[in-house]
């Protein structure tokens, strides 16, 4: 009679075993997804493979920027977030291609297309080990995704398995909005230059 | 509780199943890595080194590493690094089937340098016969006792000490060749 309680008590542990295992399996895109190392803006944040420090998040209702050689404006109806960082490849030359704003609740945003193609934004470049440079990032997102925001910022959004900085924005000043930022060519050492109304 | 004598013959068919494991697990994550084991190996084992301005044969080619410059750089603290090197060739076929080549700049500390996209300016002004000289990428018309001089520049920092050069062709054995 014991032996059968037994078999019993075996069968139903292993059929919630199972159960459980099935209900938890991860999905690929869960297995694959980026290591990621957690920050805080204002400090050095180190990956395996790069580093990075938010140095300024400035926020615009509109930006001014070249287009096609001529003066051009951007408008949103949210809010432009312009983030000026310092990142430096750790041991060997790579691009960082990737950059999202995470909002509060959840929703990712990536970089804005409209303004790709500015001098020092993610993949303009090839950052070399032991040479730190500017990256410019900017994103178009809702005023109710500023604060409490976190910054995610990787090689690649698609490479399985890749590193991935995740930066919390403690430090966004949402009172503070300029109606026009505009973004210039810069040059040395700074691809850009930015100048607040 | 009962307890179940296995047979000798059960026995046997145990260990020898628990045998066929040693063999066949090895054997499937050969199979399913899709040529990443082999990869990997070929990473593990230490490249080929040789004296600069010594020539190797390797890929098709004799290799020489011709010379290794530094400039000063663009940005604060940094400095260019020209690669000259040449491959004599001795095989076109293998030389060319291994193509592109695969060109690092390494450091004392093990960090390692891809070269630059494009020649910076600098370089074009301070050394115009070294900008002129082709990347290692694609060499179609290449015969037997061509000599081509190739060239590769880096932007290291300066404080970069001990720059070896490494260059490797895909599918070669050894997987690359490391000049001092």
Not at chain 2, 117 to 137: G, H, N, Q
């Amino acid at each position: 009679m014991t032996g059968a309680i037994r078999t019993i008590v075996a069968v139903l542990a292993a059929a919630a075993a199972l159960y459980a295992m099935q209900r938890t399996t991860p999905v690929y895109s869960e297995i694959t997804s980026p290591v990621r190392t957690n920050g805080q803006q204002g400090k050095r944040v180190e990956t395996r493979n790069f580093a990075i420090g938010i140095a300024k998040v400035h926020l615009a209702r509109s930006i001014d920027a070249p287009k096609s050689g001529r003066p051009h404006s951007y408008t949103t109806s949210g809010v432009w977030v312009i983030v000026e960082a310092a990142v430096q490849a750790t041991n060997e030359s790579l691009s960082l291609t990737a950059a999202e704003w995470l909002g509060p609740d959840g929703t990712r945003y990536s970089m804005s297309q409209r303004l790709s193609t500015l001098p020092g934004t993610p993949g303009t470049e090839q950052l070399e080990p032991g040479v730190p440079r500017p990256m410019l990032m900017i994103f178009e997102v809702p005023e109710s995704q500023l604060s409490g925001a976190t910054l995610l910022v990787s090689q690649s959004a698609y490479t399985p398995l890749s590193e991935e900085a995740a930066v919390a924005m403690t430090e966004v000043q949402t009172d503070d909005i300029r109606p026009v930022i505009t973004i210039k060519r810069g040059g040395g050492t700074l691809p850009w230059v930015l100048e607040a109304e | 509780m009962t307890t179940i004598e296995a047979s000798p013959r059960g026995r046997r068919a145990y260990w020898l199943s628990l045998a066929v494991l040693v063999v066949a697990l090895p054997a499937a994550m050969y199979v399913h890595s899709d040529g990443g084991v082999v990869d990997l190996i070929q990473e593990t084992q230490a490249p080929l080194e040789v004296q600069r301005g010594e020539a190797q044969t390797y890929s098709g080619a004799e290799w020489r590493l011709t010379a290794l410059t530094r400039l000063p750089g663009e940005l604060p603290e940094t400095e260019f690094v020209l690669a000259e090197f040449e491959a004599a060739v001795s095989d076109p076929a293998q030389f060319q089937a291994a193509m592109p080549c695969q060109v690092r700049l390494t450091d004392g500390e093990g960090r390692r340098w891809a070269p630059a996209f494009l020649v910076e300016r600098v370089i074009r002004a301070a050394r115009p016969d070294v900008s002129e000289k082709p990347r290692c990428l694609n060499f179609a018309e290449a015969r037997t006792g061509d000599t081509i001089a190739m060239a590769e520049s880096f932007v290291v920092p300066k404080e970069a000490k001990d720059l070896t050069l490494s260059l490797s062709l895909k599918g070669e054995q050894p997987e690359s060749l490391l000049f001092d």
